[in-house]
């Protein structure tokens, strides 16, 4: 194994005092308070509209009292009371100024990668007589930032109404893939947060795929789909683009009390053969795990509901490894020979953080 920040692999600790929590998982370690209400599809699926990927807010009719782009902050919403700017109350979060004539107004995002949407969160955290009534969203292709007046927009969710201060989850049954998405609130008001969760959608025959790919990335295709605990962080984080910014931009399970480890599961992007493997402890010092492991397996039949009592059984990918603080951890000689995979599992012992995780291989054929 090959450690990237000079140390050596043996275990190292370091007293570290406790953070306060906050809201930004981006920004500051937090405790992940998850709405145990939100439905299946908000765990299984990524949120597209996370700027890291490049998603953007293109154009909006007014965002006279709150800029469209907080919409898309990635951080939950918050209300500092006494916060004022030049137009008003500082609200965090899209807010249109009060229609005084026909129509209503809509901002148009423009994903970082494109996908089959699966459901939305239209949260409208905070507003409470400035929300907004009701809203609908339409979708499109297009190459552009803006789409052209001639895009083919389609409806895929409805005229639904809106409720202030609320998380509003909403399903979307619709298979195909889409660039962009125009959200109407009809006919004003304002919205906290968007949330987009979906399944990228890549052209692997588009893809330079002569060397080593992360099959994971979530830029390939990767999600995670289940895990046993997400105390301060979620693995999704993982999949992500770079490196960690800090502690909360990781996966973190909070410290175990009793007998086992922590395990998340990850979709690959692509079936392919693992060939090497980097897993990132950055900014991980008192909390990082004491070893990890991967298990893996090519699952095509039953649902992603079941994967989780099937991968105590899968193949041992990379037995188990040692790990240490803010490191790279790079391994090709302990990767096992297991063939095509489609799933799998990171094992964390017993607990703690993970930045990243990397799987490089060439998608099969």
């Not at 809201?23 to 998850?34: K, N």
């Not at 899209?94 to 699966?118: H, N, P, T």
């Not at 895009?151 to 809106?162: D, G």
Request: net charge negative; proline share 6%; aromatic share 10%.
């Amino acid at each position: 194994m090959k450690l990237r920040n000079g140390a050596s692999p043996s275990r190292h600790f370091r007293a570290c005092p406790g953070n306060p929590p906050i809201r930004s998982p981006l920004h500051e370690r937090t405790t992940m308070t998850l709405d145990t209400n939100a439905p299946a599809f908000t765990k299984r699926y990524i949120d597209l509209a996370q700027p890291r990927l490049g998603t953007k807010a293109t154009f909006v009719t007014d965002d006279f009292f709150a800029e469209v782009s907080r919409m898309l902050n990635p951080e939950p919403a918050v209300f500092i009371d006494g916060k004022y700017d030049e137009n008003g109350k500082w609200m965090d979060g899209w807010e249109s100024r009060r229609k005084r004539g026909e129509g209503y107004d809509y901002a148009i995002v423009k994903l970082g990668l494109a996908g089959v949407i699966k459901g939305f969160d239209i949260d409208t955290s905070h507003f409470t007589g400035n929300y907004a009534p009701a809203c609908s969203i339409d979708a499109c292709i297009s190459d552009a930032d803006v789409p052209a007046e001639a895009a083919k927009w389609v409806e895929i969710l409805p005229a639904t109404n809106l409720s202030g201060d609320t998380h509003h989850y909403l399903e979307i049954a619709d298979d195909a893939a889409y660039t962009h998405l125009r959200l109407n609130i009809y006919p004003d008001g304002g919205v906290a947060r968007l949330r987009v969760y979906g399944v990228p959608q890549v052209d692997w025959s588009a893809k330079e795929t002569g060397g080593l790919v992360d099959l994971a990335a979530t830029v390939n295709g990767g999600r995670a789909i289940a895990c046993n605990d997400a105390h301060f962080g979620v693995p999704d984080n993982l999949l992500a683009p770079g490196r960690g910014v800090n502690m909360g931009d990781g996966w973190e399970t909070r410290r175990r009390r009793e007998p086992g480890h922590d395990w998340c599961i990850i979709a690959l992007g692509a079936p392919g053969e693992i060939e090497k493997i980097e897993i990132d402890t950055a900014h991980f010092k008192g909390n990082f795990p004491d070893e990890c492991s991967i298990q893996a397996a090519f699952v095509d039949w039953g649902t992603e509901d079941a994967l989780t009592s099937q991968s105590i059984y899968w193949k041992t990918l990379l037995p188990k490894q040692k790990m240490s603080m803010d490191a790279i951890h790079e391994y090709s000689d302990q990767v096992q020979k297991i063939g095509k995979v489609n799933y799998v599992r990171l094992n964390i012992h017993p607990d703690g953080g993970v930045s990243r995780l990397r799987l490089f291989g060439k998608p099969a054929k």
